[in-house]
């Protein structure tokens, strides 16, 4: 043999080596994550106000002395907690641990079922190089954990454990309410370990310990059965058509970046009778358990009618149950491993022309999102004029409370508002509204909006209790406006200064 052939033949056998291909799948994530432009997203401070309120103040809420659960992510925001330091920084960092170990779990869930490295390896980085991916759980929100949890209990059903499977659903509905939707497919799951229902009895017992302990919690500190936020975006189901509408874009634009996951458990389907049997019980429940999940996952979002966040979050966060469903799938197309290498065209596509989107910059975070100027101008300019008696009401309310975290705010959407979250008018992906209640009522010295739509059903009256000033040029009902209320106008003047005022606002009637 050549000294040519012998340097082949090791580089081969270095590209077997199982933890090389692992190696290679994290250097894949690394890089895509260096590409993408990463941010943090407006509802990501809510839960950054309350994390931060339970550190310095020890009450777990958005408003000093009033619990009232605007977040539907518990155990995320305990986790800040207890992190010091910035906590978008940390949720970033948190953000990209999680992904890291999720990506490790999808590649060691391979080696369980024991396919080739390689096959396991290319699906892992179909995960790892999916920018969708990327974004959605790392926008300092709970889809990373979330995904990393899911992840978990397949390993766990893998290797027959279902008591430490119950439990991490009980984190994952801790995580998110929504986690309830993993209880269908876990029970499946169940059937297909062990068909006798004595066998059962300990799993289900643990999972309801969280479940119990969470709903405890909330009705002992914040008097409802489920999170406030979760009341705010409970649309009626006579609007259900809209919503299905709306729920179907939000899926098939999913499929469109993310489609490709179909595609191996869609060949698989060819010989499905034969594939079900030749798996293992481990393997069966995995599978079960994931399909089931994800399809749940789906009848949410036509329910709810998608979300308003880029990158389909939503669906973006069950992509680890996909990969395992895939590893499930290609078990009997192993032996064609370019098919898997054709299917990981199609991510790195897409994060290729991630990259040429955004001029191949390198290194890209954004503490303040999509979030138009008009936003920090506006909390800049409020911060050292407001104080503990005032209350500023905020369409986009996180960053502008992050950073007023001593004044009271009030959310017109209703997220934190309980009158509102009840009896408010729906706002198709946003919550509900009841503005004539913002601005009367509650009555706040400073209101902050960006569609003047909202004030449609304001009485003429309770408007020309404000100033108003505009941000920037006229844009119609889409202008960004602060309205101040008038008996304050003369301390908080220099908030407004260089701003056009407005006498007539441009509302839709």
């Known amino acids: 043999m050549t000294e040519r052939s ?6 081969l056998s270095l590209l077997r080596n199982p933890f090389v291909l692992l190696a290679l799948v994290l250097l894949a994530y690394f890089l895509t994550l260096l590409f993408a432009p990463l941010r943090i997203i407006d509802d990501a401070y809510i839960s950054f106000r309350y994390a931060l309120n339970l550190r310095l103040h020890h009450e777990l809420v958005f408003n000093l002395g009033e619990r009232v659960e605007g977040i539907t992510n518990l155990l995320w925001t305990l986790v800040l907690t207890v992190s010091n330091g910035d906590l978008a920084v940390n949720a970033l960092a948190l953000s990209v641990v999680a992904n ?6 999808v590649w060691k869930l391979g080696q369980y079922i024991k396919i080739p490295p390689f096959a396991s390896a290319l699906i892992s980085a179909m995960l790892a190089v999916n920018t969708q991916f990327i974004l959605a759980t790392t926008n300092g929100l709970e889809a990373g954990l979330y995904g990393a949890l899911l992840c978990e209990i397949c390993v766990q059903l893998s290797r027959g454990k279902r008591c430490a499977s119950a439990l991490l659903i009980g984190l994952l509905f801790m995580t998110r309410p929504d986690g309830l939707t993993a209880v269908p497919g876990f029970m499946v799951s169940l059937y297909l370990l062990d068909r006798r229902w004595k066998s059962w009895i300990y799993p289900l017992l643990a ?3 969280i479940p119990a302990m969470v709903t405890a919690f909330r009705l002992t500190y914040y008097h409802e059965w489920l999170p406030n936020s979760v009341m705010a975006k409970a649309y009626p189901l006579h609007e259900f058509r809209q919503l299905f509408h709306f729920g179907l874009r ?4 999913f499929l469109e970046e993310s489609g ?3 595609m191996l458990p869609m060949i698989a389907l060819r010989n499905y009778r034969a594939s079900w049997v ?3 019980p481990e393997r069966r429940a995995v599978l079960a358990f994931s399909v089931f999940t994800v399809v749940s996952s789906w009848v949410v979002v036509l329910r709810n009618g998608g979300d308003w966040m880029p990158n389909y979050r939503l669906l973006a966060q069950y992509m680890p149950l996909l990969a395992c469903i895939s590893m499930i799938a290609i078990e009997n197309l192993a032996s064609k491993s370019w098919i898997v290498c054709m299917i990981l065209l199609w991510p790195l596509t897409f994060t290729g022309l991630s990259i040429v989107k955004n001029g191949g910059q390198i290194g890209q975070f954004s503490r303040s999102g999509s979030l138009s100027d008009f936003w920090n101008a506006s909390a800049s300019r409020l911060r050292p004029l407001v104080g503990a008696d005032d209350i500023i009401s905020a369409e986009a309310l996180g960053f502008v409370s992050f950073q007023l975290i001593n004044v009271r705010m009030h959310d017109p959407v209703g997220l934190t508002d309980k009158y509102i979250a009840r009896h408010g008018q729906p706002i198709m992906l946003y919550g509900k509204e009841d503005s004539e209640y913002t601005l009367s009522t509650v009555s706040p010295t400073v209101a902050l909006w960006h569609y ?5 059903t304001v009485p003429p009256e309770v408007l020309q209790r404000y100033r108003t000033w505009r941000f920037g040029p006229d844009a119609g009902t889409m202008s960004t406006i602060m309205m101040i209320r008038k008996d304050q106008v003369d301390r908080l003047l220099p908030a407004v200064q260089g701003w056009t005022e407005i006498a007539t606002l441009a509302i839709p009637r």
């Open 260 to 262: 490709y996951w179909l």
């Open 452 to 456: 003047t739509g909202h004030l449609s």
């Open 207 to 209: 999972l309801l310990v």
């Open 278 to 280: 030749a798996l293992a």
């Open 6 to 11: 012998k340097s082949s033949s090791n580089n």
């Open 250 to 253: 939000y899926i098939l634009g």
């Open 100 to 105: 890291l170990w999720t990506v490790y779990r």
